[in-house]
């Protein structure tokens, strides 16, 4: 499946087939952006993504196609790459819906706001927020990159980027034919997903039917968390600890009650070896399980991401945690829980956005002209 269709009931790159990279970016309008400009962005930007994602070049000129006298519209790297699953996904952050900027004051679903804030989080203001975003998840990380980067140039003048996070190695799947993949810690991420064949849990759990405003009927709500992880300190943990820390065996992905990857975790199972629950009560696994949480559950779409290292010569690295929500309740009471998780000593959330993403669309139509 190298080339995902564009249109549809749903955006794609949500139940789509989780790609190895992404490119993800939050912009925001430019101070002296106007309604109109807003609108003729988006219809702009759908163009191009209905393009980029069926392999071709941004324009019908392209990147070479424009006779020598002007820069091309193109930024011509991935000219003769396969469109790799390419899918660019769109966003509006509560910002977007402010009185006095674009009059889409009662265009705002009442569920847009800002996130509160959580335990152990240190946001910083620079891997937050913004008006608008993209995500660009494909097989070949020049393919995403190029999609974002003509996507901005498309921008210029009317909005721009906040902040942009690359990713590689997805840390989740959505459908069991996918193997499960491993985040920096080593462990399986995306076993206890909500998978893209779950119609109920898709209907319950994710799409944003039902909401207060129309044109989010086949959306979402994505909340992407910007999550560091004290890599050096963790890779010091002896592995019985990892594992009681988790909640699963780190090998098969096992939940700690026993049997294989897929079983349900037993969260009465006691054991005599650990001296209490087999799947301890501050595991990651048990506060975040729907059990806990009202019954809650939500598509993860995280990414993992190197960037270097500080000037300790530890890793700058994490986990980009992206997750479609119904509402981002479901959000707020599973990051609430893990309040008391014991991997919160091995990890800082430093970066947070929400947006909402609007339904698919047909071919003719623009991404959020619902708001106009
Ligand atoms: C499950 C790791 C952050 C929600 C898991 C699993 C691992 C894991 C290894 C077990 C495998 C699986 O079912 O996917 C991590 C790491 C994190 C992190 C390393 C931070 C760096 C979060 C956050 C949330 C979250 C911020 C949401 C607020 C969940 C949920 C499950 C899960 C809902 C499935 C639980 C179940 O139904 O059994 N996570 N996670 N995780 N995690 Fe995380």
């Known amino acids: 499946e190298s080339v995902v269709p564009f249109h549809g009931k ?59 006298y002007k820069p091309p519209d193109d930024t011509g790297e991935a000219l003769g790459l396969e469109p790799n699953a390419l899918t660019i996904t769109f966003g509006f952050g509560p910002t977007l819906f402010a009185a006095d900027r674009f009059g889409l004051e009662k265009k705002r679903p009442k569920e847009l706001v800002e996130l509160p804030s959580f335990a152990f989080e240190l946001l910083e203001d620079r891997f937050s ?81 039902g909401s207060d405003q129309p044109w989010l009927a086949g959306g979402s709500f994505l909340v992407a968390r910007k999550i560091q992880m004290l890599i050096e300190s963790w890779d010091r943990v002896r592995l019985e600890e990892q594992e009681a820390i988790v909640g699963r065996d780190k090998g098969r992905g096992a939940p700690l009650s026993g049997g294989s990857e897929f079983t349900e975790p037993d969260f009465d199972v006691v054991s ?9 009560m501050d595991s990651h696994v048990r506060l975040a399980h729907p059990t806990q949480n009202g019954g809650a559950r939500m598509l993860r779409r995280g990414y993992n991401y190197v960037e270097g290292n500080n000037d300790l010569g530890q890793l700058n690295a994490g986990l980009f945690f992206l997750a479609f929500v119904r509402s981002p309740e479901q959000f707020v009471g599973v990051q609430r829980s893990l309040a008391k998780d014991s991997l919160n000593e091995y990890i800082r959330h430093i970066g947070s956005a929400i947006f909402a993403v609007p339904g698919g669309i047909r071919a003719g139509e623009s991404i959020g002209s619902g708001l106009f």
């Open 129 to 209: 927020g913004g008006d608008l975003c993209i995500q660009a998840c494909a097989d070949d990380p020049q393919v995403a990159v190029h999609a974002i980067r003509n996507l901005s140039r498309i921008a210029f003048g009317r909005a721009q980027v906040r902040w942009t996070q690359l990713g590689y190695g997805r840390t989740s799947t959505t459908s069991k034919s996918q193997s499960t993949p491993r985040n920096l810690f080593g462990f399986k991420d995306g076993t206890a997903n909500v998978f893209s064949n779950d119609d109920s849990d898709l209907a319950t759990w994710v799409w944003a039917d």
């Open 10 to 68: 749903h955006q794609s790159g949500i139940t789509t087939r989780v790609q190895q990279h992404l490119y993800f970016a939050s912009f925001d309008m430019t101070s002296t952006a106007t309604r109109e400009d807003l609108k003729s962005l988006l219809a702009d930007w759908t163009d191009a993504a209905a393009r980029l994602t069926q392999g071709r070049e941004v324009t019908t000129e392209g990147a070479t196609g424009g006779g020598p």
């Open 272 to 280: 005599t070896a650990a001296r209490g629950p087999a799947i301890p």
